[in-house]
């Protein structure tokens, strides 16, 4: 059974910065790709980044050159570094191993002064 635990998330002042954190069990992590997702309110969730079993990452237009997605397979656990945080970036943040239905209960992340 796979378990996700998001962490990491609060209230932070636009421009600022947050590292949010996904420690995973039940499945042998460094065989798969990860994903990070957010979900506003009202809004669908939507992909923020991913990075493969093999460190390749991929970024939403909308977070390049601000967040970084990064992964340690010898704590089972994937990040998300955060920078120059803005309003639009506050939702739900999950992560998800790529090709698995398997979903934690998120982070929140609210930005605003």
């Known amino acids: 059974q796979v378990q996700l635990v998001e962490s990491g998330g609060g209230l932070v002042q636009p421009g600022g910065s947050l590292r949010l954190s996904c420690a995973v069990s039940?499945?042998?992590?460094?065989?798969?790709?990860m994903g990070w997702y957010r979900q506003a309110p009202g809004k669908q969730r939507e992909s923020v980044a991913s990075i493969s079993s093999g460190g390749r990452t991929n970024y939403a237009d909308s977070v390049k050159g601000r967040f970084t997605i990064s992964r340690d397979n010898a704590k089972n656990t994937v990040y998300l570094q955060m920078n120059s945080l803005k309003s639009e970036d506050t939702a739900v943040y999950y992560c998800?191993?790529?090709?698995?239905?398997?979903w934690g209960q998120g982070t929140q992340v609210t930005v605003s002064s």
């Open positions: 039940g499945i042998p992590f460094r065989m798969y790709g």
């Open positions: 998800n191993p790529r090709g698995t239905g398997s």
